[in-house]
């Protein structure tokens, strides 16, 4: 069955950078998108950008352009999200999704990774 | 980047009907959009209920159905049960599927 496992928690203090992992399983990880989407404490969701099958390219939403990188391992079936210059309005949770096209975008979630940033 | 509003929250009695609306700054919703729905319940990841518009996938209770109302994607709940209440997302795409805008979420009460 289809499974998206993500790192555990992590807390940074500002200025810092985290990465967070979402290791797939149960599909052809090299067939599909993967998108990330965050969301902070009792607000909603937001798309942060997504890495397309083979890694060389990626998309990010403008609001974080220059503070995020998004790659993936193949070897491990396993795709990263980096976040950098981290400030206390980027705790939230970060989940990881798969995506493609139709019926295949977003179809299946990882749980979730609370990234707290405090100094 | 657009700006995509939902209701902010809504009532329903169980067994009526209720409908979401999603309205993209940029203009009228279009199936060119792909609009999603997604159901999130504390505590837990959010489930797509809608792909496309109107389809669903096969964990999608028939009783939810997406389609364009007007300017808007709209989703809607016919004969609400107390298991649907949660906070729904619609989900837009942008320039050609490279950039995607979530809405600011309805929180659906069912009283």
């Known amino acids: 069955q289809v499974q998206l496992v993500q790192s555990g928690a992590e807390v940074k203090k500002p200025g810092a950078s985290v990465k967070v992992s979402c290791k797939a399983s149960g599909f052809t990880f090299t067939n599909y998108y993967m998108h990330w989407v965050r969301q902070a404490p009792g607000q909603g969701l937001e798309w942060m950008g997504m890495i397309n099958p083979s890694g060389d390219a990626t998309s990010y939403a403008q609001k974080f352009q220059g503070r995020v990188t998004m790659t993936r391992d193949t070897s491990t079936s396993t795709v990263y999200m980096e976040l950098s210059s981290l400030r206390s309005e980027d705790t939230a949770i970060y989940y990881c999704?798969?995506?493609?096209?139709?019926?295949?975008?977003?179809?299946?979630w990882g749980r979730g990774t609370l990234v707290t940033v405090s100094s | 980047q657009a700006v995509v509003t939902q209701e902010p929250s809504l009532t329903v009695s169980p067994g009526e009907t209720v409908t979401l609306t999603c309205d993209s700054s940029?203009?009228?919703?279009?199936?060119?959009?792909?609009p999603y729905w997604f159901q999130q319940k504390p505590g837990q990841a959010p489930r797509t209920l809608i792909y496309d518009t109107s389809n669903k996938h096969s964990w999608t209770p028939a009783r939810f159905s997406g389609s364009l109302l007007g300017d808007k994607a709209a989703l809607t709940l016919s004969g609400a049960q107390p298991e649907d209440e949660a906070e729904y997302y619609c989900?837009?795409?942008?320039?050609?599927?490279?950039?995607?805008?979530f809405g600011t979420g309805t929180k659906v009460t069912v009283l």
């Open positions: 989900l837009l795409s942008y320039n050609g599927a490279q950039n995607y805008v």
């Open positions: 940029t203009g009228a919703v279009t199936s060119g959009h792909y």
């Open positions: 999704a798969r995506g493609g096209a139709g019926i295949l975008n977003f179809d299946y």
